[in-house]
């Protein structure tokens, strides 16, 4: 159901967007959260956008470079990533969750080297 795309290979200090589509969900009845996992980590959340036009939030590594917003057909989900460093790198995945709905991506590659 849903589908990242958007990573990539940059340089600490470039940027990446990343898109999360959606394909057979009324995506924006869903709370729309962006999850990362480093080799050897845990998956750790990133940035949450509510359903009904409710405030974003973000993890405090997120804050002030990430910004994650949906499409104006609300069938996306977007994280713009800027200011990128090398601990950044790790797979992107998108989640979509209603109720007890509750979908996941396959991930996207994000590699910042320094």
């Known amino acids: 159901h849903l589908v990242e795309s958007g990573g990539g290979s940059v340089q600490a200090g470039g940027s990446l967007r990343l898109s999360c589509a959606a394909r057979?969900?009324?995506?924006?009845?869903?709370?729309v959260t962006w999850y990362r996992q480093a080799p050897g980590k845990q998956r750790e959340l990133v940035a949450r956008i509510p359903s009904g036009g409710g405030p974003a939030n973000y993890s405090d590594a997120a804050k002030g470079r990430f910004t994650i917003s949906r499409g104006s057909d609300e069938n996306a989900v977007y994280l713009q990533m800027n200011s990128l460093k090398p601990e950044d790198t790790a797979v992107y995945y998108c989640?979509?969750?209603?109720?007890?709905?509750?979908?996941w991506g396959r991930g996207t590659q994000v590699t910042v080297s320094s």
């Open positions: 989640n979509a969750k209603l109720f007890r709905s509750d979908y």
């Open positions: 057979g969900l009324i995506f924006g009845r869903y709370t």
